[in-house]
């Protein structure tokens, strides 16, 4: 029993920043590992980033090569993705998800709960 919903997105040129959040209506939001997925038009869904109970992070290096970082608030029930030298590439639908297990995943299937994402657009 958990919804999620993302903000934050919207229209950046290359080499700005962006965070967005999602925010959980849940409860037990501690128990969830929160994970960040992305979608861009014609493509499959990428993992982006995932972060534990505890708040250890785990990201796609392949695409993400140090620029993002993930972060949760427990107390506040939300977790944020902060977008750094963003780049065209990085253009697509955001998405949050929670996963009702101990560890954290990659994979899109392993996740219960999905917010209705949130665009983000990174002109050049």
């Known amino acids: 029993q958990v919804q999620l919903v993302e903000s934050g997105g919207g229209l950046v040129q290359a080499g700005g920043s962006l965070r967005v959040s999602c925010a959980s209506s849940?409860?037990?939001?501690?128990?969830?590992?929160m994970g960040w997925f992305r979608q861009a038009p014609g493509k499959e869904r990428e993992f982006v980033a995932a972060i534990s109970w505890s708040g250890v992070p785990t990201y796609n290096e392949d695409s993400v090569k140090g620029r993002f970082t993930i972060s949760r608030d427990n107390a506040k029930n939300t977790v944020h993705l902060q977008m750094n030298s963003l780049k065209p590439e990085d253009t697509a639908v955001y998405y949050c998800a929670a996963r009702g297990a101990y560890g954290s995943s990659r994979i899109p299937e392993e996740y219960d709960y999905w917010g209705p994402g949130t665009q983000v657009t990174v002109s050049s």
């Open positions: 849940g409860r037990t939001f501690s128990r969830y590992v």
